[in-house]
């Protein structure tokens, strides 16, 4: 079967070759980050219910959690929570078959708390936080829509993506995933609460990191000037390994040692002192906010990730994008992926599946055409793959 597939020149000024460029990661304890994972774990929990259950996905869609910042009394060397911040998983679900109740809450509440437990450290979830459900019976006509044995599109919306990342977004996305990866056992007092802010101005590079530091790590005001002092280095030698560029590194610029001001907290997490925290408002299904690059405003964690193209649309568009980018061995120097659905048609025939190219020196539309249609018609022919990686949890979403 025929699908809209269109490719065509992307008429701009190459990613490496523009004056500047910005680039934001918003780390796995972000407020707005811990909803997104939140929201995601509920949905992967849901799946794998309904599936052991019936053999396959039923309708739901989780991408409402919010995150109400508490308040806290952070010091060197201790620390206390006054207030826990309060967590609210929100959306629709099928809650009931054939009669059957399903134990759906229960599922949310007991996948959320492990999400915090494995990604939250320092973290006391019976004490330093309050989550509640309140997530309902879905709407009858989306339900209709989507409980179809054909896969039907439940909106009418798009996706989009684009590669190879960039210097400026391989360093940003790295670093972020550095301090809350490998760092953290040599450096303990840094807390998951990350973010890496970078801008590129012609060929100097400078990374703004904001890092909530564990109080109870770290004992008095020089420990704690050498911790941040320290994470800088280390990130700036990271930084180093992706570019010949210039890399400068700063990281909580906001301190004022002569006032005592510091980025300390209790928990690693600013949502302990009254940040709060909603599902997409942070990073895209690429794992970066990119104002020089196509974006959009789609909330991909918590989707439903059988029909709902909001989330399967982002996430497909970036795995194509990758996969265009690789035709050719260095033919194609950026891509750009958008696809488009309606509500009610497969969502392996979108509206439009455009994909726009910068080619290399010498290499002519016609030499790659016929490859990157290959690619795109290959991905909406196993569409049903997105989901699997998914409910695997192997496709990350923010």
Same mark, same amino acid.
């Given at each position: 079967?025929?699908?809209?597939?269109?490719?065509?020149?992307?008429?701009?000024?190459?990613?490496?070759?523009?004056?500047?460029e910005?680039?934001?990661?918003?780390?796995?304890?972000?407020?707005?980050?811990?909803?997104?994972?939140?929201?995601?774990s509920?949905?992967?929990?849901?799946?794998k219910?309904?599936?052991?259950?019936?053999?396959?996905?039923?309708?739901?869609?989780?991408?409402?959690?919010?995150?109400?910042?508490?308040?806290?009394?952070?010091?060197?060397?201790?620390?206390?929570?006054?207030?826990?911040?309060?967590?609210?998983?929100?959306?629709?679900a099928?809650?009931?078959?054939?009669?059957?109740?399903?134990?759906?809450r229960?599922? @949310?509440?007991?996948?959320?708390?492990?999400? *915090? =437990? $494995?990604?939250?450290?320092?973290?006391?979830? +019976?004490?330093? &936080? %309050?989550l509640?459900?309140?997530?309902g019976?879905?709407?009858?006509?989306l339900?209709?829509?989507?409980?179809?044995k054909?896969?039907?599109?439940?909106d009418?919306?798009?996706?989009?993506?684009?590669?190879?990342?960039?210097?400026?977004?391989?360093?940003?996305?790295? @670093?972020?995933?550095?301090?809350?990866?490998? *760092? =953290? $056992?040599?450096?303990?007092?840094?807390g998951? +609460?990350?973010? &890496? %802010?970078?801008?590129?101005?012609?060929d100097?590079?400078n990374?703004?990191?904001?890092?909530?530091?564990?109080?109870?790590?770290?004992?008095?005001?020089d420990?704690?000037?050498?911790?941040?002092?320290?994470?800088?280095?280390?990130?700036?030698?990271?930084?180093?390994?992706?570019?010949?560029?210039?890399?400068?590194?700063?990281?909580?610029t906001?301190?004022?040692?002569?006032?005592?001001?510091?980025?300390?907290?209790?928990?690693?997490?600013?949502?302990?002192?009254?940040?709060?925290?909603?599902?997409g408002?942070?990073?895209?299904?690429?794992?970066?906010?990119?104002?020089?690059?196509?974006?959009?405003?789609?909330?991909?964690?918590?989707?439903?990730?059988?029909?709902?193209?909001?989330?399967?649309?982002?996430?497909?568009?970036?795995?194509m994008?990758?996969?265009?980018?690789?035709?050719?061995?260095?033919?194609?120097?950026?891509?750009?992926?958008?696809?488009?659905?309606?509500?009610?048609?497969?969502?392996?025939?979108?509206?439009?599946?455009g994909?726009?190219?910068?080619?290399a020196?010498?290499?002519n539309?016609?030499?790659?055409?016929?490859?990157?249609?290959?690619?795109?018609?290959?991905w909406?022919?196993?569409?049903?793959?997105?989901?699997?990686?998914?409910?695997?949890?192997?496709?990350?979403?923010?």
């Amino acid at each position: 079967m025929k699908r809209n597939i269109f490719v065509e020149p992307l008429v701009q000024t190459y990613i490496e070759d523009q004056k500047t460029e910005i680039v934001e990661r918003k780390g796995i304890g972000h407020p707005d980050s811990i909803a997104d994972g939140l929201a995601e774990s509920v949905s992967r929990a849901l799946c794998k219910m309904y599936i052991k259950r019936y053999g396959r996905i039923l309708h739901h869609n989780t991408d409402e959690t919010q995150i109400v910042g508490g308040q806290s009394a952070p010091e060197f060397g201790n620390g206390i929570v006054l207030e826990p911040a309060y967590i609210l998983l929100v959306g629709r679900a099928t809650t009931e078959v054939d009669k059957e109740r399903l134990p759906y809450r229960s599922v @949310a509440i007991k996948a959320a708390r492990n999400y *915090l =437990k $494995k990604h939250c450290s320092h973290l006391d979830i +019976d004490t330093d &936080v %309050m989550l509640d459900c309140r997530i309902g019976k879905g709407s009858v006509d989306l339900r209709g829509v989507y409980e179809t044995k054909k896969l039907y599109a439940n909106d009418t919306s798009f996706g989009v993506g684009h590669a190879p990342f960039s210097e400026t977004e391989t360093i940003v996305l790295d @670093a972020e995933q550095y301090i809350n990866g490998r *760092l =953290k $056992k040599s450096m303990p007092e840094v807390g998951e +609460d990350v973010k &890496v %802010m970078g801008a590129r101005i012609g060929d100097k590079i400078n990374l703004t990191v904001a890092a909530a530091m564990v109080g109870k790590e770290i004992p008095d005001k020089d420990h704690y000037i050498s911790v941040v002092k320290e994470l800088g280095e280390k990130v700036h030698d990271q930084a180093s390994r992706f570019t010949e560029r210039k890399i400068s590194v700063d990281v909580n610029t906001a301190d004022d040692y002569k006032q005592n001001i510091f980025y300390l907290t209790v928990t690693g997490l600013s949502m302990e002192n009254g940040d709060d925290g909603s599902v997409g408002r942070g990073n895209r299904a690429n794992g970066l906010i990119t104002p020089h690059r196509p974006m959009s405003m789609e909330a991909t964690s918590g989707k439903n990730p059988v029909t709902h193209v909001g989330k399967i649309y982002n996430l497909l568009a970036n795995k194509m994008a990758h996969d265009i980018a690789g035709v050719g061995k260095g033919d194609i120097k950026e891509v750009n992926v958008r696809l488009l659905s309606q509500i009610g048609r497969p969502i392996d025939q979108p509206q439009t599946a455009g994909v726009q190219l910068i080619l290399a020196e010498g290499v002519n539309m016609k030499d790659v055409k016929s490859e990157v249609e290959g690619v795109v018609d290959n991905w909406l022919e196993n569409i049903s793959d997105i989901t699997d990686l998914v409910v695997k949890g192997k496709l990350a979403t923010f």
